[in-house]
């Protein structure tokens, strides 16, 4: 395999890390969870992950030290349950092979479950991505159209609200909050049944798809007045469709960040 | 043998949408997904379609080697289609139960019920139940005799089949002995019959004819005027006798080169090698070193082949090599070499999970495993004991096994002894006691003695109660009533104190649910069937087992288990699996325990022969130079 990692992000004035005398890059790799993987969880979900990287015969770089694992991690975890289109795992290689041969040998190997879409090489040096993540987008997809209707219906005039009051229920208890500023977008679509939201995902503030679906469902109630029609749980399904960044409070694809 | 698909739930969502949301609400749904690197994929139209039962969790079950090697083994037919099938964990089966889904494969989602062949493998007796629970979610009637002509054929292996009275009722058809030949000859029969149009009660009846195949219904049962067995009969009028099936050639024998990928951590999460089956030490309670008897090796050529290929395809790190005394493994220094050479980078780390106390380390793999515990089974307190077992271990192997992990700085130190061995006196309890004070003491001055920081390593102590298995040497012998097992425990406690050693031990309760269905007849089906149905699953997992309903079932039954577990059978009595066999003769075993009566050891058969009725078959025997060799040195 021939050498050829564009470093296009690095901080300058840097010297990368190495690697038994390798330079170390970075692959950025953004793959799909998918039914019925969305029922694995987070470490199960990154030992798959260690098991296709070496099966794929990718030059993974390890921890130094007296147990040395795999250098990968991602950039955020998935709760059991929830799928996503387009998460992202972060890996660290000896610079050994371009992004369509990596591409190529992560589709190979990973899960049927899990295919991978693109990968990106970066520098070592490049943040972590965990550390620019700001807001995540979701496709909230409702299984009657009974119970999408009004929700959809409201979601126009929700948006134009100054500040929207919602009650955070946490092990430690309740908490109100403003969950406004943290949505960003809220789009309806009626022939899906569904709702795409894009909100804050930051350690500080995350909106949850369940809080906002709540909120959502009593802001419906009060402006048709108990419409009998609306059941009490809709029910619905939860797939992450994006992880961005911000640039010019932009949102970017974290991936491209 | 109906290809219908789920039965119509109660809200009339299609299944799959409906097992999704079902595992919303579960633990670990990921047992229930499939969907693995290496699962097979499963052909829809394949001729006979095989739902493999395991009947305990997916954890358990996908640890299991027996099973890995099967499944693989049928599905590589060109005309069959394998998949897995896991009993559900209690929320996920009654959830089932409430949204009217019947038991399905991991791989295509359908129903169990619409399969051709239900196959069990059995491993311990303690999962029958899970097998009476698998059947009823699946819709198919648990008792072979309500089946119709639209249910798969049940049929059921592993070590369980070689006493399969107890589950006579619910099985249609029983395989004894090594499967990879045999599952091969059944496929091939159900093929042939199905595609001739037989009915489903001439497919069974015609499986009786591969050999190791047992079919109750056609063996019947006479008995004496006292109740005892007299004879089991076959349909043709002769003693039944169902002969085990062998596979002679371990490098010859079928072996997969993948191996599923589990998404959760599973008990065994690693590629597991055989080395061998079989045993030649002779531990008189040991019922695997009988069952499995010759030993038969495979190669070191073979074993690294398999190694490579299965690193490969799984990306694994870790290697176990398996057996039931791998120590004994005849040139583990040479696969020890050979491995290293395939794996230079030491990204592989090993595990032998078997080593005996007395075997020596030498340069094994041992030491690159990173190990901070190590097990010992020394099995019994006195030298006066452990000889009556023929557990060739002596004091001297203990002190050394501890020297050398106080050395290489292991962590702790796990010992696993029985209580209730048939001859053992108070004495001998006490003698486990004062192994336990020995080996600290020694811990301590090696320690102590070697200074740089050196650790005595952490003590821990499990016992478990004896329980007696068919095909040993100890067939005949009466177990312990619980009173006196707990009365040894209570001694134990009392003699070993916390900072010695931490004292575990088995359910006495437990053991002796084992000990009824270990040596159970085809009265225990009954037994078997009312605990299921008062609610007794996952007997295995001490927080699910319900001692006090399994007593009610007895009692509902009329039967009285202490007749089973606490009573010694005399050598002339019929045993209930006599009819099973496994070419060891029963005066080989007879002998074997009138030794173990005057404390009398029988030397490993690699030493020679002992004529334990398998020397046609036998490779060690042939192996072994001695001239008295075919004469039965171990007569007294
Ligand atoms: S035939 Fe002889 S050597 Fe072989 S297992 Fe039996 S006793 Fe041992």
Do not use: K, T, Y
């Given at each position: 395999m021939q050498y050829e990692a564009p470093l296009r992000s690095g901080r300058r004035g840097r010297t990368p890390r190495r690697y038994r005398g390798c330079v170390l890059v970075r692959a950025i790799i953004q793959f799909e969870k998918s039914e019925p993987l969305r029922f694995i969880g987070h470490l199960d979900l990154l030992r798959a992950t260690q098991r296709a990287l070496r099966r794929s015969g990718l030059p993974v770089a390890y921890s130094q030290g007296f147990n040395p694992h795999m250098l990968v991690s991602f950039a955020s975890p998935l709760p059991v349950g929830q799928a996503g289109s387009a998460e992202l795992a972060d890996v660290t290689l000896r610079?050994?092979?371009?992004e369509q041969e990596c591409l190529a040998a992560l589709k190979r190997a990973l899960p049927p479950g899990l295919p991978a879409a693109r990968v990106r090489l970066v520098d070592d040096n490049h943040p972590k991505l965990m550390a620019m993540l700001r807001t995540a987008s979701y496709l909230i997809g409702f299984d009657s159209e009974l119970d999408a209707r009004p929700i959809l219906d409201a979601a126009p005039s929700f948006m134009k609200r100054e500040s929207i009051k919602a009650v955070r229920v946490t092990k430690s208890g309740e908490t109100p909050c403003d969950i406004k500023p943290m949505l960003h977008e809220l789009a309806a679509f009626p022939a899906l049944n569904a709702l795409r939201a894009r909100v804050s995902f930051t350690q500080a503030q995350t909106l949850k798809p369940d809080l906002l679906i709540r909120a959502l469902m009593e802001f419906s109630k009060a402006g048709v007045g108990q419409s009998p029609a609306l059941s009490e749980t809709p029910r619905y399904g939860v797939i992450r469709t994006g992880l961005f960044g911000e640039r010019f409070g932009q949102p970017i694809p974290l991936i491209d960040c | 043998m109906s290809n219908d698909?789920?039965?119509?739930?109660?809200?009339?969502?299609?299944a799959d949408k409906l097992i999704g949301r079902l595992l919303e609400s579960v633990q670990k749904p990921a047992r229930y997904i499939g969907g693995e690197v290496n699962a097979c994929a499963p052909k829809k139209n394949a001729e006979v379609r095989v739902a493999f039962c395991f009947p305990d969790v997916y954890e358990v079950g996908m640890s299991h080697v027996g099973m890995r090697i099967l499944y693989h083994r049928v599905h590589e037919l060109s005309y069959a289609s394998c998949e897995r099938v896991f009993t559900p964990w209690i929320d996920m089966a009654d959830a089932m139960r409430g949204a009217g889904i019947s038991l399905f494969a991991l791989e295509s989602r359908q129903p169990v019920r619409s399969f051709d062949i239900v196959a069990f493998t059995m491993p311990y007796e303690m999962c029958y139940t899970n097998v009476l629970e698998m059947l009823d979610l699946a819709g198919i009637p648990i008792r072979s005799s309500d089946r119709t002509s639209d249910d798969p054929i049940v049929i059921a292996g592993g070590v369980c089949a070689f006493s399969p009275e107890p589950m006579h009722a619910f099985i249609d058809a029983f395989f004894i002995g090594d499967g990879e030949d045999g599952i091969v000859d059944i496929m091939e029969a159900v093929r042939g019959a199905k595609s001739a149009g037989s009915p489903r009660a001439d497919i069974i009846r015609a499986l009786g004819d591969i050999p190791g195949v047992y079919v109750p219904a056609y063996v019947s049962v006479e008995y004496n005027s006292d109740g005892s067995i007299a004879r089991h009969m076959s349909g043709g009028g002769s003693p039944a006798r169902i002969k085990r099936r062998l596979v002679a050639d371990l490098d010859a024998a079928y072996f997969p080169d993948k191996q599923v990928v589990p998404y959760l951590e599973i008990v065994h999460d690693r590629v597991t090698l055989e080395l061998f089956r079989g045993c030649t030490r002779g531990c008189r309670f040991c019922q695997a070193g009988i069952l499995y008897r010759p030993v038969r090796e495979r190669s070191v050529r073979t074993l690294v082949d398999q190694a490579a290929r299965l690193i490969e395809s799984t990306g694994y790190e870790e290697l176990s090599l398996s057996s039931l005394s791998t120590g004994d493994y005849s040139d583990l220094e040479g696969l020890g070499c050979a491995l290293r050479e395939t794996f230079p980078d030491g990204r592989v780390s090993y595990s032998l999970p078997s080593l005996r106390l007395d075997s020596e380390l030498g340069d094994s793999l041992e030491r690159d495993a990173r190990k901070n515990s190590v097990t010992f089974a020394p099995e019994a307190g006195t030298q006066r004991l452990r000889d009556a077992i023929n557990k060739g271990v002596t004091h001297e192997n203990a002190l050394r096994a501890i020297r050398d992990s106080v050395e290489r700085g292991v962590g702790s130190v796990k010992l696993y002894c029985m209580i209730g061995l048939p001859t053992e006196t108070a004495e001998d309890i006490e003698g486990i006691a004062r192994l336990v004070a020995g080996l600290n003491d020694e811990a301590r001055r090696v320690a102590r003695a070697l200074g740089a920081g050196k650790k005595p390593p952490k003590l821990s102590i499990s016992v478990a109660p004896f329980v007696p298995k068919p095909f040993t040497p100890f067939q005949w012998a009466r177990q312990d009533s619980i009173e006196e097992t707990e009365h040894k425990i209570a001694t134990l406690r009392r003699m070993i104190p916390p900072k010695a050693a931490s004292l575990h031990w088995h359910d006495p309760h437990l053991s002796r649910l084992e000990a009824c269905f270990a040596r159970g007849d085809r009265n225990m089906a009954d037994v078997l069937e009312r605990a299921w149905r008062l609610g007794c699953r996952f007997d295995g997992w001490t927080e699910q087992f319900k001692y006090g309903v399994w007593m009610k079932a007895f009692e509902q039954a009329g039967i009285d288990p202490s007749q089973y577990a606490n009573r010694e059978r005399s050598a002339d009595e019929q045993l209930p699996?006599?009819?099973?066999?496994?070419?060891?003769?029963k005066e080989y075993l007879l002998n074997e325990k009138l030794r173990a009566d005057i404390g009398e050891t029988t030397p490993d058969c690699r030493g020679g022969c002992r004529g334990c009725g398998l020397q046609a078959q036998c490779a060690v025997r042939s192996a072994a130079s001695f001239g008295a060799a075919g004469q039965n040195p171990a007569s007294i």
């Open positions: 610079a050994e092979c371009s | 698909g789920q039965r119509a739930n109660v809200s009339g969502e299609p699996w006599d009819f099973i066999d496994i070419g060891i003769s």
